[in-house]
């Protein structure tokens, strides 16, 4: 039995730099991986933005980076319209940047068992003590610890399995998630602009989601599509299939040589209710934490799991593990990024309302200019000077139907946000705010027209 401070699960982005994070601050961290070492990888679109590796307190080696990006191009499903969103970002060498990673974390003091598997939380006195591992040797051992960080993943072993009734074990439903495949290849031809990764709409290729095509280099790509989960689930949609049937036979792909062909599930969601529980927190994917848009995940994972850390070094200060001695985490994410998170689920859905022609309408007549996708991506809302009303209100007259989605999808984000804004300083107050969140997406939902599972079950 091995007894630790904090055991961390899984050595993907958000473990590794909670990991380092938290044995730099001197506690005795367990750093827990069921893949060796050196096969720990994980399948993305490999893009992150810049002001997520300027806010590390480590700075990353050049080798983890395969090419610098100087922003996004935004591709209508006819291809008629094309927006530039500048924004500096990078590629990433997704093996490099995970051995770069475990590395720091060990040197700073972690104990890294890889080849390790949870098998699930151990839950004593209503609290989380510690996991199950299932060792390479086959035996299962127990690691305790004050604190378990679930960082394992869209799977979320630990969290997945704590009991229902605990705010933070809330599911990923299909609906909240998105079904993707991606290739990173060779073409023989050589690519314009790789310095702009570009995203195309088109519900026919990825319905209720993107394809896109992220340059590595000038003969490289990271190529691939993200759909709806709700459509794979209803229809039975799948992405591989859309990918060899759109992307695979075309043009962007010549003279195609496949370097690595894998694909993932991406939660797009608002934020779980609560992030942590009694001796538990979950970072990452594991937590949700996704950009519910654009599905970057990446930065998400490296700002959650500095702010789980902090909120345990505190809670290691105080020597109060609890749920409500770990509730800062829960504040400091939706200060952090939170709000924005929920905002953009609301966007979210009213994207995958639009069909192709909606979409080829209402980017023609920039319903939205640059700037404004820009900020919502950043802030995930709008701020918007009486000119700036007016000159948006004469390009809506020109597409009411698309128009009027989008000042619905605008009004309950402003809704979500002040929701998120008033969530509650204990847990106490967390059963009537959730409440609330239910009676807005209940409303939104109706007057959008799509049904949400979640919302049947609550
Ligand atoms: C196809 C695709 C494209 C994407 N494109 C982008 C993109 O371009 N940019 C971006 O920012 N984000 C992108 N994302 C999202 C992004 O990849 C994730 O949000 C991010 O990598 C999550 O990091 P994480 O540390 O939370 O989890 P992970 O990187 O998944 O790490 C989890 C770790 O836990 C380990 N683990 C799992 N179960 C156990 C267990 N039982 N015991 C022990 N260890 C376990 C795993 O082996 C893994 O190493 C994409 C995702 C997909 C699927």
């Given at each position: 039995m091995g007894n630790f401070d904090v055991v961390v699960v899984g050595a993907g982005t958000g473990g590794s730099y909670a990991s380092y994070l938290l044995a730099k601050a001197g506690l005795n961290v367990a750093l827990v991986e069921m893949k060796k070492r050196d096969k720990v990888f994980k399948t993305t679109g490999d893009a992150i933005g810049i002001h997520h590796i300027e806010r590390m307190v480590i700075k990353p080696p050049s080798?983890?980076?395969t090419i610098r990006y100087e922003g996004a191009e935004l591709y209508s499903p006819d291809l008629s319209v094309r927006y530039v969103v500048l924004g500096k970002g990078f590629g990433l060498d997704m093996a490099r940047w995970a051995q770069w990673l475990i590395g720091e974390a060990e040197s700073a003091g972690a104990q890294v068992f890889d080849g390790y598997k949870v098998q699930g939380p151990i839950i004593e006195n209503g609290k989380v003590s510690g996991v199950r591992v299932l060792k390479p040797d086959g035996t299962v051992e127990e690691f305790r610890a004050k604190v378990v960080i679930d960082a394992?993943?869209?799977?979320?072993v630990v969290r997945s399995r704590l009991p229902r009734e605990w705010w933070v074990s809330e599911p990923l439903l299909p609906e909240d998630a998105s079904n993707a495949y991606r290739e990173i290849i060779e073409v023989d031809y050589e690519i314009e602009r790789p310095e702009y990764i570009r995203i195309y709409l088109d519900t026919n290729i990825a319905p209720g989601g993107y394809w896109w095509l992220f340059p590595k280099s000038r003969n490289t790509m990271n190529i691939g599509l993200g759909l709806w989960g709700k459509l794979s689930e209803e229809?039975?949609?799948n992405p591989r299939h859309n990918y060899d049937k759109y992307l695979a036979t075309?043009?962007?792909?010549?003279?195609r040589k496949i370097i690595h062909a894998s694909g993932g599930i991406v939660p797009t969601r608002r934020p779980l209710p609560s992030l942590v529980a009694d001796g538990f927190l979950a970072v990452g994917d594991a937590a949700?934490?996704?950009?519910?848009?654009?599905?970057?995940?990446i930065g998400p994972a490296l700002l959650s799991a500095e702010l789980a850390s902090k909120s345990v070094i505190e809670a290691f200060e105080k020597g109060d593990y609890s749920m409500r001695g770990l509730w800062r985490y829960n504040i400091e994410y939706l200060r952090a990024y939170g709000i924005k998170q929920a905002m953009l689920d609301v966007f979210r859905l009213m994207l995958q309302t639009l069909t192709n022609d909606q979409l080829n309408r209402g980017l023609r007549a920039r319903l939205l200019t640059e700037d404004e996708v820009l900020e919502i991506s950043e802030k995930g809302s709008l701020e918007l000077s009486l000119v700036d009303k007016l000159k948006i209100g004469l390009r809506l007259m020109k597409v009411p139907d698309v128009a009027a989605k989008l000042r619905l999808a605008l009004r309950y984000m402003n809704e979500a946000k002040s929701l998120y804004e008033s969530y509650?300083?204990?847990?106490?107050?967390l059963s009537s705010w959730y409440g609330k969140l239910v009676s807005i997406y209940r409303e939104y939902a109706s007057r959008l027209g799509i049904s949400l599972k979640w919302l049947l079950n609550t």
């Open positions: 080798q983890v980076f394992s993943g869209v799977g979320a229809q039975g949609l075309s043009q962007y792909v010549r003279g949700v934490t996704v950009n519910p848009v654009h599905g970057g995940g509650p300083t204990d847990p106490s107050g």
